[in-house]
């Protein structure tokens, strides 16, 4: 059986994942956000870790009885998640026990360097809204509204409280009267380092909404000396991250489970 460490107990998988650059993975190790299971307390030889929609396997993959309580914790936590091993190991893990039940997806890297930024483009994409359109910078009220719909919840759902999310993280959103219609936020923090999210309502794509608000987002980001990461998952927002600036790097291959996506 698995058990889940507290916030204040993820020194135990440091040495895990003391290599790693991903800004989720390092984010919950540090324990400000995403959830974390280890076999045993003391020394774990692996872990999961899933942050929203994203789950890493870390370590030496188990065998017999607790490959089966890692592979139920999987199915229990991560089922709709993206699949990240850390090694060619974990890859023929999840393949071995997942067999039919899972398939390799492609994703898209960008590279993190401010020096590609444009600050004049940046904000020239900020000004060019559709009149009536405002960008405001996420706070407690606006926090809430993001929570409150599906489509927007990703920009701010993995912090547990508004006061999470302002303390740790910050975002932006564009407003049509006071309805939420696109926003683009932190989606997970480690530091110095923030993983971006971006979401448009369906009736309000292609309008610019998603550019202002990522130039918001980077403008404040560059201003502070942090690093935004953008991970793209289809060709299309590789496309938007290119007009504000970043230069993409390489596709890279990860699992999912086919039950999530018969659903």
Request: glycine fraction near 8%; include cysteine; hydrophobic fraction near 40%.
């Amino acid at each position: 059986m698995m058990i889940e460490l507290g916030r204040a107990k993820r020194q135990a998988i440091q040495p895990i994942c003391a290599d790693s650059r991903d800004v989720l993975l390092r984010g919950a190790a540090e324990g400000a956000i995403g959830r974390v299971w280890v076999p045993h307390l003391t020394n774990p030889s692996y872990c999961l870790v899933v942050v929203g929609d994203f789950a890493y396997l870390l370590g030496l993959p188990p065998k017999g009885g607790k490959a089966l309580d890692l592979k139920g914790q999987i199915f229990e936590s991560a089922q709709q998640a993206f699949l990240y091993p850390q090694d060619e190991r974990w890859a023929d893990w999840i393949e071995e026990q997942f067999a039919d039940r899972q398939r390799i997806v492609t994703r898209y890297a960008l590279k993190k360097d401010e020096h590609h930024f444009d600050l004049d483009r940046l904000r020239g994409y900020l000004s060019a809204v559709p009149k009536g359109v405002r960008i405001r910078r996420i706070d407690r009220r606006l926090y809430h509204m993001a929570m409150k719909e599906e489509w927007s919840r990703d920009l701010c759902s993995n912090f547990d409280t508004a006061e999470h999310f302002l303390e740790c993280a910050f975002g932006y959103v564009a407003l049509k009267g006071r309805e939420l219609i696109a926003g683009c936020s932190c989606y997970g923090v480690s530091e110095g380092m923030m993983e971006i999210e971006v979401d448009t309502r369906k009736d309000w794509r292609r309008k610019g909404l998603a550019l202002a608000c990522s130039a918001a987002f980077l403008l404040e980001c560059l201003e502070k000396g942090l690093t935004p990461n953008w991970d793209a998952v289809n060709l299309q927002s590789v496309g938007l991250a290119e007009k504000l600036g970043y230069v993409f790097e390489k596709e890279y291959q990860v699992y999912r489970l086919k039950e999530m996506e018969e659903r």
